[in-house]
């Protein structure tokens, strides 16, 4: 029987995920806030049978730097501009264990029914910057791929591309290390080539969070295509962008923006692809975590009065290799 779906994916990276913007120039509160959310997100998402795929960094995974060390690859991007190197910072910066490793909320995320442990690349990989290279990509993929089945027993199915940057001559790379399921950017033109940034495509991506200004952003598994010697590009819908301090008005009216468009996926049986970074929520952590509470209990209407269902990005992939291979 067809039915909405609603989809969670999430970018989990502490400070890998934008040592380039800020530097050391972080509120250490920030990321001591991100570190005891994610363990009371899990026990909310198990509460409300919520799947999620929990997209992370593989140098999370590292217990120390020793082991951070050991499992980095040899072959190392050689991006022109080395700010965006990982590698690049730790020589400068060093290391810094409360925001570069966190393996105890690793276990957390494999423990808690409903949760995917995914990629994020190891090194936060940024595919589309120049002087990287395909077969650096395929080494940061195999070392997330080797401390995630040393440490954890698990093999890595999801991949999220840091920044949202697909580069789609890379997608085959993926599928032969493993990634069977990558997320997509919403199909709208202003979410295309973000790593061609403009003040239109920013004006536009801000104003479709409150108001429609673009197509709208739930899919019919029909509208998914399948192409071999690919992994199979499951779209996102919406990102829940951080709130607004002291502009509830703000707030509320993205959060109701959100809501409808998931009443709308589960009326109409198409899916809807929700995603954040858990770091958003450092800054106002009890209000964040009120409005995640806000759209589970609307999630959990939609399911009995429409049927929708809660599916991580494996099982979303699972059902679209299902039911689009047999139209």
Not at 6 to 15: A, K, V
Not at 52 to 81: C, H, I, Q
Not at 113 to 134: F, N, W
Request: contains cysteine; neutral net charge; aromatic residues 12%.
């Amino acid at each position: 029987m067809k039915t909405g779906t609603f989809t969670i994916s999430l970018d989990f990276e502490l400070l890998w995920g934008i040592f380039d913007k800020v530097g050391t120039g972080y509120k250490p509160s920030y990321f001591l806030n991100t570190r005891q959310i994610v363990p009371i997100m899990l026990e909310k998402f198990a509460k409300a049978n919520v799947q999620a795929t929990w997209a992370t960094v593989g140098m999370l995974f590292a217990e120390n730097e020793e082991e951070w060390r050991a499992y980095s690859p040899k072959f190392l991007p050689s991006y022109r501009d080395r700010k965006y190197s990982a590698y690049e910072w730790v020589k400068k910066n060093g290391i810094r264990p409360e925001v570069h490793f966190a393996p105890d909320l690793i276990r957390q995320i494999i423990d808690t029914p409903g949760q995917e442990l995914g990629s994020h690349t190891y090194a936060h990989y940024y595919t589309l910057m120049r002087g990287q290279s395909p077969e650096q990509f395929r080494e940061d993929l195999m070392a997330t791929q080797r401390i995630s089945k040393d440490k954890f027993g698990v093999g890595l199915e999801s991949l999220v591309f840091p920044r949202n940057h697909i580069n789609e001559l890379y997608l085959g790379i993926c599928l032969e290390e493993g990634y069977k399921y990558v997320r997509g950017n919403p199909r709208n033109w202003f979410w295309q080539e973000t790593q061609h940034e403009n003040l239109s495509k920013k004006i536009f991506r801000s104003a479709d969070c409150f108001f429609q200004v673009g197509a709208k952003t739930s899919y019919a598994l029909e509208e998914v295509n399948l192409f071999e010697q690919e992994p199979i590009i499951i779209p996102a819908s919406r990102i829940l962008r951080p709130q607004q301090q002291h502009n509830l008005l703000m707030n509320k009216s993205r959060l109701l923006r959100i809501k409808s468009e998931m009443t709308f996926a589960a009326q109409h049986k198409e899916v809807y692809h929700l995603w954040w970074h858990p770091h958003n929520f450092g800054t106002n952590p009890e209000s964040c975590l009120a409005e995640l509470d806000e759209l589970l209990s609307h999630y959990a209407k939609l399911h009995s009065e429409y049927g929708m269902l809660s599916m991580n990005m494996r099982s979303m992939g699972e059902l679209i290799k299902e039911q689009v291979s047999m139209v």
